[in-house]
């Protein structure tokens, strides 16, 4: 019965879980409690040791820290007093921290008994052990022998590291922290680069102040009151702003107007109803120069409303207006045609035809500006009414009806000697006589455009540039002068459209002052001209804006020349120059419509960057 007893009693004894450390020393026949024993043997002798040499320690410690200063003192200059003390507090920090780290594993072995502390003590056995301050120690970087002291530092891989390796690597991290880290660009601020550099804007440095402030007001322009007194030269700009944005309502409207401008520039109304213009007269009775774009809601009552007030109007920039009904444009050139001294109408469609523009030419003797583009209903009997306007000085033309070359002869004939600008575009009926008549008749101009022809001659353009009385042009558009034949890509024999000989006689007598020059399109000129005229040695210096779009023989080096004959260029178009590759392009320097060119890499010397 004891037996069993004893048998049972031993059988039912509980056990809780055991680690597989725990499993494994019993397996293999290891005491957990005689390996703690030994340890604890180790420690007391290591324990007597340094109780022996304690102030052998403190001593080598002390002496540590001297031939540390002395190294140091050997590389760098003599400590401060100032950093002796910051010194000392940290050696004194490291000594608390040890002596803490100590008494905490001395606990630890105090609370012996379980399986968990059986396999703390076992892995402590086999943990390697930090040198203690005053031991000698193997550079980890360098391996030169040193002594060991509370503030040597740790390498990388975790040992220790000499006096000369911890200042490498501390000054490696403090270089590491002054390197600024790289942000990348944005999706929207790219975006807005692309953009700038279609308007030919290259931005170089921080905007300025007024640039900062005005695009902040037209990012909170429904949170803004008034504007107070604001001048015009900054009311013009946000006007832009907002129209790109088509944010102009009624609300923002009124932000425009005070009693005391004379200046009105809406750039985008297509957001207005006729109220809203009706508005703009009431509140700012004396305006002078009046510019509305998109303007589809000015009605005949915005005119009845004109006339009844009297309004002073000097300029008139209306596009889009063609709900006004012919009467309502008689009547309204009858009562303030007199002051009228500048008219740009565009896209008016099939509101004005020759008989309402009769009464133009009737009561509007003043002008001296007239642009006149998408009128669908005017033709022959407009240019030759136009004729009468004998104070005209600069005049722009884009009629979508064909028209005849002899009414355009005409009409250059009679108004050429005074003209200082003129602009004709899409006249495709118009020969080499309407040329030769302005190389005659036209000796003041300063600005020149004939574009989108396919009837005139190289020949004719020859004979328009070749000693012609009229001083140096700044601004020549001659783009899509071209033969359209498609079977033949190089042209006629002669050539048509603006060919090398007329290229050639250009640039021979405006590129001393030209400063725009726009010949997209105009594709018989030859690589071998564009080669010679822009061959870095010739220069063009006041030659800001060139458009080459869809010339296909222009290449790379064709376009390095344009940026060393050119030295105040901002501003290069070149859509479909498909032979333009890697290109180095200068700085303040826009090259349009190349996907692959370098922007704003410095080849010779910096360029201001402004929009033209």
Known sequence: MKYWSGRRAANNRIRGPQSALTDFLAANNISAAQIAADYERRVREVGEQEQQQAAANGEAAEQGVKDEEEEEEEEESVETAVQKKKRKRREEAVLTKIKNNKAKKKQKKGNGGDSDGDDNVAWDMYTKKQPLPGQLENCEKCEKRFTVTPYSKTGPDGGLLCAKCSKEQEALKKKDQKQPKTKAVSREKRRQVQSNLLDGIVQIGAKSLQDICIKEVANNIHDVDEFGDLPQALLDPLSQILSRRRVLTSRTLKLFLRPDLVSIDLYDCGKLETEDYISIFSVVPKVRNLNLRNAGQFKDEVIDYIIERHVPIEQLQLEAANLVTNEK???????????????????????????????????????????????????????????????????????????????????????????????????????????????????????????????????????????????????????????????????????????????????????????????????????????????????????KDINISFLTKIDTAIVAGMFKSCPQLIKVTAFGCFNIVDVAVPKGVALIGVPNAMESIVQEGDVDADLF
């Open 329 to 543: 444009w008689v009547q309204f050139f009858m009562v303030c045609g007199e002051r009228l001294e500048l008219l740009k109408l565009y896209w008016l469609d099939y509101s004005m035809d020759d008989d309402a523009f009769g009464a133009v030419v009737h009561y509007c003797p003043n002008l001296t500006r007239l642009k006149l583009k998408k009128c669908f209903r005017l033709g022959d009997q407009s240019l030759n009414a136009i004729t009468s306007l004998s104070k005209l000085e600069h005049l722009s033309l884009r009629f979508p009806t064909p028209t005849t070359s002899n009414a355009l002869v005409e009409l250059i004939t009679k108004l050429g000697p005074n003209l200082k600008t003129l602009s004709l575009e899409n006249f495709t009926e118009a020969d080499d006589d309407v040329l030769s008549e302005i190389h005659t008749s036209c000796t003041q101009l300063t600005k020149f455009r004939f574009s989108e022809n396919d009837y005139c001659t190289d020949a004719g353009f020859l004979s328009l540039f070749t000693q012609w009385s009229n001083p140096p042009l700044t601004f020549i558009d001659l783009s899509s002068n071209r033969s359209i034949d498609y079977s033949a890509p190089d042209g006629p024999e002669d050539p048509v459209g603006l060919a090398s000989a007329g290229f050639e006689a250009l640039m021979e007598h405006s590129g001393s002052r030209l400063e725009r020059l726009d010949i997209s399109s105009c594709r018989h000129i030859t690589y071998e001209t564009f080669s010679s005229i822009f061959n870095g040695k010739n220069e063009y210096p006041f030659l």
